[in-house]
């Protein structure tokens, strides 16, 4: 069974620091993807960085980058020079199964402190 | 390029009513997914379309159906609605789908509130 585990509710950081989002996962699959996703109170869910299992490199979105340690099983995010905005719910999850399904975290809710 | 669509944002049923959510893919994507979001369960999927063909399904009663059209758009009915049936509903595209190694993208959702 595909699980996906947060174990952060609730994290603050302060403006222009770096934040690490823990996330850890468990598959049997070999073939998967791990993403991570903003929520802000708007509802919205914005799609922010993607692993793949079988990516060399960690992946990197602009301020946004995913420490990727397969042996591990961990897909933690890391918020660089954070900013008020980035203050929202966020999501990590995985998709193993094939198809479009995804299984999800029960989140962290970040708070960004001026 | 335009994002996933949902239609309408938000709708306010009474307990016993049945509702009909849309969803526009992004331009290109042929499979469409459908996720519910509660404060109590969090993120729960719900069906995978492909090519107007139920893929994916996941632990939700009967009462909770879709369907896919020719140009990849999606519905989803719920009926006979249950106070418990109040959530986000999200929906999520992409291309193919065909392993867990692409991206997904969401729409803004629909609020559905049953009284």
């Known amino acids: 069974a595909q699980k996906i585990t947060q174990t952060q509710p609730g994290m603050f950081v302060q403006e222009k620091e770096a934040v690490t989002l823990d996330c850890t996962y468990d598959?049997?699959?070999?073939?998967?993807?791990l993403f991570w996703y903003k929520q802000p109170s708007s509802g919205e869910m914005i799609f922010l960085i993607y692993?793949?299992?079988?990516?060399?490199q960690n992946a990197t979105e602009g301020r946004y980058s995913l420490n990727f340690q397969k042996a591990r099983k961990s897909a933690n995010l890391v918020i660089s020079a954070s900013q008020l905005g980035d203050s929202a719910m966020y999501f990590c999850a995985m998709n193993s199964e094939g198809g479009n399904k995804l299984v999800f975290g029960a989140g962290t809710i970040l708070r960004v402190k001026s | 390029k335009a994002g996933v669509t949902q239609t309408p944002r938000y709708l306010i049923k009474t307990r016993g009513q049945q509702v009909t959510l849309s969803c526009s893919p992004i331009?290109?994507?042929?499979?469409v997914s459908w996720y519910q979001q509660t404060p109590g369960q969090g993120l729960q999927f719900l069906f995978e379309?492909?090519?107007?063909?139920?893929?994916n399904k996941g632990n939700f009663p009967g009462r909770f159906s879709g369907r896919q059209f020719s140009n990849s758009r999606s519905e989803m009915n719920v009926s006979t609605l249950e106070l418990g049936d109040s959530a986000l509903y999200l929906c999520a595209s992409t291309r193919q789908g065909f392993t867990g190694n692409e991206k997904l993208f969401f729409g803004s959702g629909t609020q559905l509130s049953v009284l």
């Open positions: 598959t049997s699959d070999p073939s998967y993807g």
């Open positions: 692993q793949g299992s079988y990516d060399q």
């Open positions: 331009s290109g994507h042929r499979s």
């Open positions: 379309y492909f090519s107007e063909t139920q893929r």
